[in-house]
């Protein structure tokens, strides 16, 4: 366990030099009065929760080295903050992909029209309402063991018997349903975008206008292939740590670690895509 501490560590750090980073420009600009886009209020609300899942992971990672054991009740608190900054991050990943989709998609329904102009003037509704679906998905695990320790029951998650118990199943439940959900919106919306973007582009290349760019929209087809990726990648990930854990009995330790380098590779590719942020990171560099 004392091996992993060294690359959660490089991932901590790396995590908060770039998502403070990110939530510190956005802030800024919002605090001097200038434009702050839905965009904008979205990655850095992201930046928040990423932050914070990095720093949890990190510390219950360094307890668990440390300590041969753990309370039931710490391991359920620590637990479940994490789970919860994870249904955000999701939520949030989600909730950008669909003001991607309606922002540049070239669709021209009457509802693509008017869900784009919803989203657009109630972004900041919509990442409340984000927090609050995160909110209720960890309340029924906890609500449950709660009320099994209440009657007498043991929600020991170090005991191997008690990986098959109910309290189990319905944390394994939650976590699949609370994560499917948002990951459905996210497909739906990438599948959308990029099919969009592929008939624009072909359409311009038929037409054989050379003063057309077609870097733009290929950029923009590359980052929702690799968010798409990350999304992916970071659901099944969670989910094969859950499984491996609440049916064998087997604590993944590496692979939450992992898992944590995802978030901060995705962050700063977006900071990259941005080009406010990536104007600022330049000046940052510049600086130095």
């Known amino acids: ?103 540049i998609s070239n669709f021209h329904s009457r509802l693509f029209l008017y869900l784009r102009g919803m989203i657009a003037h109630r972004t900041v509704y919509f990442i409340a309402g984000s927090v609050l679906l995160s909110v209720l998905n960890c309340l029924m695990p906890v609500f449950i063991a709660i009320i099994d320790e209440i009657r007498g029951g043991t929600y020991n998650t170090t005991r191997p018997d008690q990986c098959m118990d109910n309290n189990n199943n319905i944390t394994v439940y939650s976590y699949t349903i609370g994560m499917s959900i948002p990951l459905i919106f996210y497909i739906i919306c990438s599948v959308l975008l990029f099919t969009s973007l592929y008939h624009h582009t072909t359409k311009m290349k038929m037409s054989r206008n050379l003063s057309i760019n077609l870097e733009t929209y290929y950029s923009v087809m590359k980052f929702v292939f690799f968010t798409f990726m990350y999304n992916t990648l970071y659901f099944f990930g969670h989910f094969l740590s859950i499984i491996f854990y609440f049916f064998y009995c087997m604590r993944i330790d590496w692979l939450y670690i992992v898992l944590e380098f995802l978030p901060v590779l995705h962050s700063f590719y977006l900071i990259y895509r941005t080009a406010k942020l990536r104007s600022q990171m330049s000046k940052v560099f510049q600086n130095v």
Not at 34 to 57: E, N, W, Y
Not at 61 to 71: A, G
Not at 77 to 102: D, R
């Open 1 to 103: 366990d004392l091996i992993l501490l060294a690359p959660a560590l490089i991932a901590l750090i790396a995590g908060l030099v770039i998502h403070s980073f990110i939530i510190g420009v956005n802030v800024t600009n919002w605090w001097k009065g200038r434009s702050v886009t839905p965009v904008d209020h979205i990655i850095t609300s992201l930046g928040v929760s990423r932050m914070f899942a990095q720093c949890i992971v990190t510390v219950f990672s360094i307890v668990i080295s440390l300590l041969s054991s753990l309370d039931s009740n710490v391991t359920l608190a620590i637990g479940t903050v994490y789970v919860f900054f994870n249904f955000t991050n999701f939520w949030l990943t989600s909730l950008l992909s669909i003001v991607f989709c309606l922002k």
